[in-house]
């Protein structure tokens, strides 16, 4: 079975099947597990690192089931950030293919009324960031077929995408569709996402939008904790700056992943051309570096390295400055 008779199969079914006891359906383990690894095996080259979902409720019936892509830098749960999605009408047979939002995370903060209209601001914002490159997905709206909360959040948040028939799909270039949608979502993410203009260029302190996009696409590299995680398991748990050791210097015996150490993305993105998929290496682009030189080496500006951070320090750890009396 490819992927778009999978997807036809649960648009053609799923009212049906959601009659029936959600607890032990096997139709739910279809969805969750079959479909999913279905959409896994056709994500396209250059885009394995995305990781996915596919849904049809958790404890009771969705009124929407959905398959989702998302983007570890920016987010792993339908719940919030930015990811792509295919959302099923059940009512009409209907099925979306989606750049959208995470819903509940506004409702959260906004409550539901106001929350949609906070989703649909920013589904525009994101729609005239990636505009010169979307012609391929022409459906600016969705209709879902419901009045419940999650499926009106899910139509506020659309961005961009493309709506197949129960028929269409199955004629559809699904392959092509996903890579071409893919490259949207990365290059979304890479112009700064739902993050406002004004916002990125104050978070950067610069007045020169690219910079400031590049800044804050490094500064979500070095927060993701994938990279951490990759990072930290191959290099010295060490400040490269001032050479803290929080195992000697704060007799730190916690988790390693939990360390009081930062991973600084230390290669420049300002190069970085439209649509590149490999934004970083691991472990050659980055540094391990204690709060406090991390902080520093951002404020001394773009272009420096770890040469120039150590020129600038100025003290001695206590236990170094043990060891000089001791000789």
Request: charge should be neutral; charged fraction near 25%.
């Amino acid at each position: 079975m490819k992927l778009a008779e999978a997807l036809r199969q649960l648009a053609l079914t799923y009212t049906r099947e959601r009659t029936k006891p959600f607890s032990g359906s096997q139709f739910g383990n279809f969805v969750r597990h079959d479909l999913a690894l279905l959409a896994k095996e056709s994500i396209p080259y250059g885009f394995e690192d995305l990781t996915l979902k596919a849904s049809v409720g958790a404890g009771n019936w969705a009124s929407v089931p959905w398959l989702a892509f998302f983007d570890p830098l920016i987010t792993t749960s339908a719940q919030e950030g930015i990811y792509v999605v295919f959302l099923i009408n059940p009512d009409s047979q209907d099925i979306y293919l989606s750049l959208n939002q995470g819903t509940t995370a506004v409702y959260k903060e906004f409550r539901q009324v106001r929350g949609r209209e906070v989703l649909r601001r920013r589904a525009q914002d994101m729609r005239e960031r990636v505009f010169d490159i979307s012609k391929r997905f022409p459906e600016l709206e969705i209709d879902l077929g419901s009045e419940d909360d999650l499926p009106l959040g899910y139509e506020a948040g659309h961005c961009i995408g493309k709506k197949y028939t129960s028929e269409d799909i199955l004629k559809a270039d699904l392959s092509g569709d996903l890579s071409e949608i893919f490259s949207i979502y990365r290059r979304l993410i890479n112009r700064g996402g739902s993050i406002p203009s004004d916002v990125m260029l104050e978070e950067a302190q610069t007045t020169d939008i690219i910079e400031a996009r590049h800044y804050v696409l490094s500064r979500r590299i070095e927060r993701s904790k994938k990279v951490r995680e990759a990072v930290l398991s191959c290099k010295p748990s060490v400040c490269e700056g001032c050479g803290l050791n929080p195992l000697l210097d704060y007799s730190f015996q916690g988790r390693p992943q939990n360390i009081p150490l930062d991973v600084h993305h230390s290669s420049a993105l300002f190069n970085l051309q439209e649509g590149e998929s490999k934004r970083y290496r691991v472990p050659e682009d980055f540094m391990v570096l204690c709060p406090t030189c991390h902080r520093v080496i951002h404020s001394l500006g773009n272009n420096v390295d770890l040469k120039d951070l150590q020129n600038v320090i100025r003290f001695k750890h206590m236990r170094e400055v043990g060891n000089f009396f001791d000789q």
